[in-house]
C-alpha cells in the first residue's frame, strides 16, 4: 500500500526548533521528489521546502529561507523538515508530497502523486 506519513508535529516555542519526518511506504521516496507544504486556517496552501529524487537539489520557500532545512535518510525511506528559529507565524498544518518529475522540484502542488495526512505544527508562548 502506497503511504505518506507526516510526524514530529508538535508545540514549541517562538524561536524553538522541530523536526518533522515524511515516511513512505510501499515506493522507494529516494526516486521521488519530496515538498513540505503548509496550510493556516483560512490561507491558500503554501509551498515551504523541496528536494528532488536522489537529493539533486532543493529548494526553500523565502520567508523559510536560513531557517529551515530539508535532508532524506534514504535508509529509514524518510524525508525529514527541521525548522529552527519558529515564528509565530509558523503554524499551521505541515504536509509532504511525493512527485515522480525527475531532477527538479517545485512548490506546484499539481504535480505531486501521493500525499500525507498532515502534522499540525503550534508555535505559542
Known amino acids: 500500500q502506497i503511504q505518506l506519513v507526516e510526524s514530529g508535529g508538535g508545540l514549541v516555542q517562538p524561536g524553538g526548533s522541530l523536526r518533522l519526518s515524511c515516511t513512505a511506504s510501499?515506493?522507494?521516496?529516494?526516486?521521488?521528489?519530496v515538498g513540505w507544504f503548509r496550510q493556516a486556517p483560512g490561507k491558500e496552501r503554501e509551498g515551504v521546502a523541496c528536494?528532488?529524487?536522489?537529493?539533486?537539489?532543493?529548494s526553500f520557500a523565502e520567508f523559510v529561507k536560513g531557517r529551515f532545512t530539508i535532508s532524506r535518510d534514504n535508509a529509514k525511506n524518510t524525508v525529514y523538515l527541521q525548522m529552527n528559529s519558529l515564528k509565530p507565524e509558523d503554524p499551521a498544518v505541515y504536509y509532504c508530497?511525493?512527485?515522480?518529475?525527475?531532477?527538479?522540484?517545485?512548490?506546484?502542488?499539481?504535480?505531486?502523486?501521493?500525499w500525507g495526512q498532515g502534522t499540525q505544527v503550534t508555535v505559542s508562548s
Open positions: 528536494v528532488s529524487n536522489n537529493n539533486l537539489g532543493t
Open positions: 510501499g515506493f522507494t521516496l529516494d526516486y521521488y521528489a
Open positions: 508530497a511525493a512527485s515522480t518529475v525527475q531532477f527538479m522540484c517545485t512548490f506546484s502542488g499539481r504535480i505531486y502523486d501521493y
